[in-house]
């Protein structure tokens, strides 16, 4: 399969090229400056460009079988790129008959806000990270509309941690307990699983320790 991510060099997209490659796809790393990945893989080629910009996003989808999303703005709490990119490659998949979308978001938005702690609720994306949390958001409204085979994947969040296998996924809303963390290895794992796996077509899969 031909598998292009977007935001190939965020601290996800980096290691989930890295599992999309292991699990013997072809992958286009999208990204400003992509060739940040580092050694070549003769199953791996580069594209630069600006997830906001809407033609560059457009050439570099075209040929391709999935799309992974992996956007992120780094320490901006003010960016819409994971939005505006996502809608710039919906678009893109629309135009050019591209239908399997993977697409990272996290855990709390819509129906998963029940899942949060108050920590999470008020201090976080209640005031911290809220219009980060409104972009992801509006984020999984678009991908809900977007008419593509979608599967949004909701995590906790992220921390630095060899891959287990062992978090929950898929569970309701209603799961109290819940650690809220996950390693970033085990999110890469899960949205390169999602490529030959239709479980969670059509829908927002929340993973989380």
Not at 52 to 80: F, P, W, Y
């Given at each position: 399969?031909n598998?292009?991510?977007?935001?190939?060099?965020?601290?996800?997209?980096?290691?989930?090229?890295?599992?999309?490659?292991?699990a013997?796809?072809?992958?286009?790393?999208?990204?400003?400056?992509?060739?940040t990945?580092?050694?070549?893989?003769p199953?791996?080629?580069f594209?630069a460009?600006?997830?906001?910009?809407?033609?560059?996003?457009?050439d570099?989808?075209?040929?391709?079988?999935?799309?992974?999303?992996?956007?992120?703005?780094?320490?901006s709490?003010?960016?819409?790129?994971?939005?505006?990119?996502?809608?710039?490659?919906?678009?893109?998949m629309?135009s050019?008959?591209?239908?399997?979308?993977?697409c990272?978001?996290?855990?709390g938005?819509?129906?998963s806000w029940?899942?949060?702690?108050f920590?999470?609720k008020?201090?976080?994306?209640?005031?911290?990270?809220r219009?980060?949390?409104?972009?992801?958001?509006?984020?999984?409204n678009l991908?809900?509309?977007?008419?593509?085979?979608?599967?949004?994947?909701?995590?906790?969040?992220?921390?630095?941690?060899?891959?287990?296998?062992?978090?929950?996924?898929?569970?309701?809303?209603?799961?109290?307990?819940?650690?809220?963390?996950?390693?970033?290895?085990?999110?890469?794992?899960?949205?390169?699983?999602?490529l030959?796996?239709?479980?969670?077509?059509?829908?927002?899969?929340?993973i989380s320790?």
């Amino acid at each position: 399969m031909n598998v292009i991510v977007i935001g190939a060099t965020g601290s996800i997209g980096r290691l989930a090229v890295d599992q999309i490659l292991a699990a013997g796809h072809r992958v286009t790393a999208f990204a400003r400056h992509p060739q940040t990945l580092g050694p070549d893989d003769p199953n791996l080629t580069f594209a630069a460009g600006d997830a906001l910009e809407e033609q560059a996003v457009l050439d570099a989808v075209k040929g391709h079988d999935a799309v992974v999303v992996t956007l992120g703005a780094g320490s901006s709490r003010k960016s819409v790129i994971r939005s505006q990119g996502t809608l710039n490659v919906i678009r893109a998949m629309q135009s050019h008959g591209v239908r399997r979308l993977i697409c990272q978001s996290t855990l709390g938005a819509h129906d998963s806000w029940s899942n949060l702690n108050f920590f999470w609720k008020r201090i976080m994306f209640g005031l911290l990270l809220r219009p980060v949390f409104l972009d992801h958001e509006l984020q999984e409204n678009l991908v809900r509309a977007s008419g593509l085979d979608w599967t949004i994947v909701r995590p906790g969040a992220f921390h630095d941690a060899p891959a287990t296998g062992l978090y929950k996924e898929g569970f309701s809303a209603q799961e109290r307990g819940l650690r809220l963390k996950i390693a970033r290895a085990d999110v890469a794992g899960f949205l390169a699983r999602q490529l030959g796996d239709r479980r969670y077509l059509h829908q927002a899969v929340a993973i989380s320790n």
